[in-house]
C-alpha cells in the first residue's frame, strides 16, 4: 500500500515544487481555465480543482474515487494511505466511519449605509464533540456593492494565526478559507460553538439600496480521521439603506 504524508488537506500536487502560504496568510489560487481528464473522463469534484501559482492542486480523496482506489487515514502514524494494490504494510484495518449531524453555518442580517465598514461573524453551531480537524469554504457576495476588506479567524479557533489561511477574490465576489489544524495532535481542533470568521467588509460609495445576500458556493469539513462532517448554510443579508 502506498503511504501518502498528510499535507494539504486533502489535496494532491501535480508538480513538482512546494506549497507555501503567501505573506499576511493569504494565497492566490484561481479556477484552472483547463481540463483535468482522468483516464479519459473530465474529472470533478468538490471543492474543485484550483491552480496555485502555476501548479494544479485536486482533492485527494476525489482523485481515489476516480482513480478506483482505496484511501484510508491512520490517526496514530499520521499518515494517507492510498492502495494502489502494492501491499507493503499487511493487512490494514480500514477506519471505523462515522456519520455526524450537519454543521449549521449563519450569519446575521446587518444594516449599513454606502461607505460604511462592517464585519460580519460567520457562526457554527452543532459542532461534533469528535471536533473538526480540516475543512474547506467558498463564500460569495455581490462585489457590485461590497468590497471585502479582511477576514479574521474566530474564537473557536485554537491557533488561527496557524490553522487558518483565506484568499479574498474582489474581483470574482468571492473568499475562499482553508482551515487545517497546524498540530495535528488532536488537542487543537474545533470542538465547540462560536463564531469561525468575521469578515470586515466595506459597503461601496455607489451601491444602491437593496440587500446583498451572502452564500456559500462550495465547502467540506473532516475530522481527525478524514469523516466527512456536513454543512448546512443559512448565511444572512447585509441591507443597505441611505
Known sequence: ???????????????????AFAAANQWVAVSPNFKVLVRGDVFESDPPPVVIEGRTYLPLRAMA????????????AREVLVDMGVSDSGNKEEPKKVKYEDISIKSDTIEAKPGDTIKIPVKFSNVPSE?????????????????????????IMNAPEKDFQFNIMNDKGAITLLYVEAEQQRKGMITKDGTFITIEAKVKENASEGSVKLSIDSGNFEDYDFNPIGLSPSLGEVIIKK
Not at 2 to 19: D, N, R, W
Not at 65 to 76: C, F, N, P
Open 1 to 19: 500500500m502506498k503511504k501518502i504524508a498528510l499535507g494539504l488537506v486533502a489535496g494532491v500536487v501535480l508538480s513538482a515544487g512546494v506549497f
Open 131 to 155: 471536533g473538526i480537524n480540516s475543512g474547506f469554504l467558498k463564500i460569495l457576495f455581490d462585489n457590485d456593492k461590497l468590497e471585502v476588506l479582511d477576514v479574521v479567524g474566530g474564537e
Open 65 to 76: 474515487e476516480a482513480l478506483d482506489v482505496d484511501i484510508y487515514w491512520d490517526g496514530d
